[in-house]
């Protein structure tokens, strides 16, 4: 495939060079010549492992060369993938200068350049760009440009996850190629282009693309901190983290896993928050900050208060609540976060009714009566027996419990608003008209 790569730094290099390698016929476009000249004697531009060779012998083969000249590189390509640079501005924003300066430049001068064969060329962004950048920035641009010409442009996202240092093998060896794009000939484009890599192409929306590459860097970062944290609190304590974190990396049931990676409401039940507020605990003790795990707890009160904010917002008067234990099949209400949220509701007048499949007021005992008793003494009173009463005139239902009862319920008798609290509600459910996520 004819392929043009725009921008030469870390990712254009090793995507054109790899690429190269890999069977297509590429052309690198740098609006800096040094870079473009550093290419044409046939060495990287950047300082990557393998990569010199990797440029030597496609520039040597002719499936390699580069230039300054974009309309140049365009001529033919069935494809081009845009790696110019996205740097933070001072508040964090993203700088999305370079890619709207390349884009409109990419879009002019397709509409004069000989096209492919094919009729259609596939523009993607493989630099990290926010959420909604291709829909809300690259489109228009390319619209703009492109409505009367002959040639069809398509667009897409396809981001990037190679780490410098190893950055050669991350791109051959990718678990898989994300490509986010509306345009089905796009999809096409970037499997026939990935078609050497053992990983699967995965065809999604552009802002699941986006938000992707978002979501990993910062998970990459939250885990780094996450072990150096535990490190600095446990070297005070004289525990080994080095061993600590070994083991922890064993499980991979609970911690190496997907488990905990679904977005839904609130964590809670009799460990979590009372282990996370021991650790803060020791960590005082010893004069040390844990704001990673502060913020934890932190986070998981905004989970509540986004929830209250949301009824409040509806204008709802009687909330339905189904499901108050911390999770199914369990009935420990200690530190269950609906408790909170159906005490945060009743203390702000709403008028709200409870049904649980499986936590019964007529037999709770023990720690849990205590905990109902001192939480929530109005629980017998708002607990209904059956969710069609806890329904009845209902404006919205806070919805985790996912009981075949429940489901029932609320097709017959929906409200107008229903949130949707962990995900396990089913197709039926959220084909309603007021069916909302918590957290999607
Ligand atoms: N570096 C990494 O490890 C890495 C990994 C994954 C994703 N990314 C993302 O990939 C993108 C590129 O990162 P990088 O580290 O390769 O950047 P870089 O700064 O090394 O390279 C960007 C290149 O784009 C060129 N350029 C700017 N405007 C241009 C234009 N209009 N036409 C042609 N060339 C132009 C610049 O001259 C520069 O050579 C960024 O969005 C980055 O966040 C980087």
């Not at 054109?16 to 740098?30: F, I, K």
């Not at 008067?317 to 909170?340: C, H, I, Q, T, W």
Request: aromatic share 4%.
């Amino acid at each position: 495939m004819k392929v043009a790569v725009l921008g030469l730094g870390y990712v254009g290099t090793v995507t054109a060079g790899a690429l190269a390698a890999n069977g297509h016929e590429v052309c690198g476009v740098d609006i800096d010549a040094g870079k473009v000249a550093m290419i044409a004697a046939g060495r990287s531009p950047v300082v990557e492992p393998g990569l010199d060779e990797l440029v030597s012998e496609a520039v040597a083969k002719g499936s390699l060369r580069a230039t300054t000249d974009l309309s140049e590189a365009l001529a033919g390509a069935e494809l081009s993938l845009v790696c110019v640079g996205t740097p933070s501005l001072p508040q964090g924003a993203t700088d999305l200068g370079s890619i709207a300066r390349a884009v409109t430049a990419m879009a002019t001068s397709l509409r004069t350049v000989e096209g492919p064969a094919s009729g259609h060329h596939a523009l993607v962004i493989r630099s990290t760009v926010p959420p909604g950048t291709l829909q809300e920035l690259v489109d228009p641009l390319v619209a703009e440009q492109m409505s009367s010409s002959s040639l069809a442009v398509g667009t897409g996202v396809c981001p990037e996850f190679l780490r410098e240092g190893s950055a050669i093998a991350d791109f051959t060896d990718a678990p898989f190629t994300v490509v986010g794009t509306e345009d089905p000939r796009v999809g096409d484009t970037m499997n026939r282009l990935f078609r050497f890599v053992d990983g699967p192409v995965r065809v999604v929306p552009p802002p699941v693309a986006e938000g992707l590459k978002y979501a990993c860097n910062a998970f990459h970062a939250t885990k780094v901190s996450f072990v150096n944290e535990l490190g600095r609190l446990f070297r005070q304590l004289g525990v080994d983290s080095r061993e600590v974190l070994e083991l922890f990396c064993e499980d991979t049931k609970l911690n190496i896993s997907s488990q905990y990676l679904h977005p839904g409401f609130a964590f809670g039940g009799s460990c979590l928050p009372k282990d996370l507020r021991a650790l803060l605990y020791l960590g005082r003790m010893n004069s040390l900050d844990l704001p990673l795990l502060a913020g934890t707890l932190a986070t998981n009160a905004l989970s509540v208060s986004e929830v209250v904010n949301r009824v409040l917002l509806s204008n709802a008067n009687e909330v339905a609540l189904l499901g108050l234990s911390f999770k199914m099949n369990s009935d420990d209400l200690r530190e269950s976060p609906y408790v909170d949220l159906a005490e945060t509701l009743i203390g702000k007048g709403f008028d709200l009714r409870i049904y649980d499949p499986i936590v019964d007021p007529a037999t709770l005992i023990g720690t849990n009566r205590q905990y109902v008793d001192a939480k929530l003494p109005h629980l017998r009173r708002v607990l209904t027996s059956n969710p069609a009463d806890a329904l009845r005139n209902a404006d919205v239902a806070l919805v985790s419990s996912s009981h075949p009862s429940v489901i029932a319920a609320l097709i017959a008798d929906a409200p107008n608003l229903i949130i949707d609290m962990n995900g396990h509600l089913g197709a039926p459910v959220e084909a309603l008209p007021g069916y909302e996520g918590v957290a999607w």
